[in-house]
Each structure stands twice: as C-alpha cells, then as structure tokens.
C-alpha cells in the first residue's frame, strides 16, 4: 500500500498524522514526553524533540497538509524551516482548523489534495 498524501494536524502536546490514498487511510499519533527543563526557565527543548517526533514521523511521505491552531503551525513551520529544513519541499499547504475528528481530518485532506491534484503545472517563462 502506497500512501502519497499524509494530513498532519498538531499543536505543542500532540500530533494526529493521516496518511491516505484514494482508498486506504494509515492513522498515527505523537505525543510529546514532557519534562520541564531549566534551561531557558520552559519546555523548548520538549518541544523540540516532539516536533522532531513528528517530522520522522513523516518521513517519507510525498506531500503534507499542515493544520493546527495559527500558533502551533507557525512554531512547527519556523522548526522545520530551521532543523528540518529537507521537509519544506514536501509540504503542498498549511490550514487553520480546530481539533478534527479523524474522519473530519482525512477528509479535508482529500479536499486539499483533490484540489493540488488537478491543478496544472506552471509554464515555464519560455512557455514551452
């Protein structure tokens, strides 16, 4: 079973990862193992190792629907850009979305996907 697409939808403390095809869905969860760490005074460094849980998690998936809250995307975003940077490519969008239901989740994947899949690809600027 191939599985192309994968939506992620996460925040500081969990991850739900469904990676789809057009007909079988692989469900996954990560959570964090929180431990308060004095360096710093907070959890960035639990933080960090969670948000690289979730980026092997993914390894190996085509293209990825990122959601979550606006907070927890854009400090998932600035960790992979930064620590993960061989992820970026792979990442076809990012939604703002409440906690999903697994179900809810894999179908505004296959919303997102659908849409991604039918568009053409650019011309080139010689448009040939």
Request: hydrophobic letters at 40%.
């Amino acid at each position: 079973m191939t599985l192309f697409h994968a939506v992620l939808w996460v925040d500081h403390h969990n991850a739900k990862i469904q990676q789809f095809n057009k007909t079988d869905v692989k469900a996954q969860t990560v959570k964090d193992h929180t431990h308060y760490t004095r360096q710093h005074g907070s959890d960035v460094r639990a933080v960090h190792e969670f948000f690289g849980e979730v980026c092997d998690a993914l390894a190996g998936v085509s293209e990825i629907l990122v959601t979550g809250s606006r907070q927890s995307q854009a400090d998932f975003r600035h960790y992979v850009e930064k620590h993960r940077a061989a992820l970026v490519p792979h990442i076809a969008g990012w939604e703002t979305v409440d906690h999903l239901s697994d179900g809810q989740l894999v179908a505004l994947g296959r919303k997102f996907f659908d849409k991604v899949d039918r568009v053409p690809p650019p011309k080139s600027a010689t448009g040939r």
